[in-house]
């Protein structure tokens, strides 16, 4: 029954595709979808590498017909609607303006459609999306994604934000030449901007797959559950806050964000946070460390030469069932010391409040080997290479 519903939901798309194509044709015509470049992260929120995209454009490009795909219940749906031009995603002026748009620009491979997975597959399979596609990335690449290797993935702009990912990406993803493109993160124009730092631990880990979709009482069973709280309860840390005025906050990985309200903490100067609540790129930049695990956060911290630990208790499980280990390994490239235990990370962040929020010389050597010259310009050249696919 599975599969008839799901071989039925590909052929609805395909004809609700071609039948909003075919209305685009005309539609293409009027201003509203002449020339679109359409612009999505999740649909959701607006946070990322799009959302400054998009500003960019709006403030100095004003004659690109840009729109932004996000909901209307979104939080943050007043921000980018005071921007620009926004659409309602899953509405048919969506796929309209799916099917007319001139580029398609997301963060995620095909986010710009109704349903990303099933419109990757179509691709694939038929190359049923018409027009230019870019994408600018949601962090940068470390650990190996077949789904972004040519053919899976058949982008006409696939942004790198690094050295090594650059030279890992066009050896082993085999895009045509020209695709893959060292330009950065947009969102990492930002981070070069001059900001106040906080006496502030940002906690900030990635995702598990099987954790995904539990029960809170079998979250609580679980590893991740105990060595993140297990830095939290800890009592030296505890100590350790009041003594050096500091204070932490832990924020969890967007697909994890209904398990939030299981890491209370008793201490005052711990707080959990939730989405909605923080924008993720503002906690980065005030903060003064990072714990993370797997995290791509952490090359957007190690961008601003702020310390940082990794705590990577499952190491080998994580890289046997959530991603294939890549080019970049912590413990030889990374940008601070690789723990397994929750009293090792606290141990450092001890140390750390006695001696100084700095990150250690070895780091920034690594910093700079990693990122090569660091532009804030990262926006324009995205503009421009998005001009060059535009015109060909």
């Known amino acids: ?69 996000i909901e209307s219940a979104s939080p943050d749906y007043v921000r980018v609607s005071g921007l620009g031009k926004v659409i309602e995603p899953y509405t048919f002026r969506h796929m309209l303006a799916f099917a007319c748009a001139e580029v398609r620009i997301s963060t995620h491979y095909m986010g710009c459609s ?38 899976e993935a058949r982008p006409d702009l696939l942004v790198c934000s690094a050295v090594p990912e650059y030279e890992d990406m066009t050896e082993h993803y085999s895009h045509p030449q020209g695709v893959i493109q060292m330009l950065g993160l947009c969102r990492f124009d930002r981070l070069s901007e001059n900001h106040e730092t906080k006496r502030q631990i940002l906690i900030m880990p990635t995702w598990r797959y099987f954790l995904r979709g539990i029960s809170d009482k079998d979250f609580k069973q679980s590893e ?50 939730s989405l909605g609540e923080s924008d993720v790129q503002d906690l980065l930049m005030e903060s003064a460390m990072l714990i993370t695990d797997y995290s791509s956060v952490f090359y957007d911290f190690a961008y601003m030469a702020k310390p940082l630990a990794y705590l990577q208790f499952d190491e080998e499980m994580f890289y046997k069932t959530q991603y294939k280990r890549g080019y970049f390994n912590c413990h030889t490239d990374g940008f601070g010391p690789v723990f397994k235990t929750p009293e090792e990370v606290v141990g450092y962040i001890c140390k750390k409040a006695e001696t100084g929020m700095e990150m250690e010389e070895m780091y920034k050597r690594r910093v700079e080997k990693f990122f090569g010259e660091r532009e804030a310009n990262h926006c324009e050249k995205t503009f421009a290479a998005l001009k060059r696919i535009v015109s060909l």
């Open 1 to 69: 029954m599975k599969k008839i519903v799901s071989v039925l939901t590909y052929a609805w798309y395909v004809v609700y595709y071609l039948f909003a194509y075919c209305v685009g044709m005309i539609a293409k015509r009027f201003p509203q979808y002449k020339n679109l470049w359409l612009i999505a992260e999740r649909k959701t929120d607006a946070r990322d590498n799009g959302l400054h995209l998009f500003k960019y454009i709006t403030k100095n490009h004003p004659e690109i017909n840009a729109a932004f795909v």
């Open 224 to 273: 991740y559950y105990k060595n993140f709280m297990g830095i939290l309860s800890d009592a030296k840390l505890g100590e350790t806050l009041n003594r050096y005025d500091l204070h932490i906050v832990l924020y969890l990985h967007y697909e994890l964000q209904p398990y939030t309200k299981l890491f209370a903490a008793e201490n005052p100067r711990i707080k959990v946070k």
């Open 114 to 151: 109704p349903d990303a997975y099933r419109f990757k597959r179509l691709d694939k399979v038929f190359h049923l999306v018409r027009g230019k596609n870019a994408l600018i990335r949601h962090g940068i690449t470390a650990n190996d994604l077949p789904e972004l290797h040519y053919p």
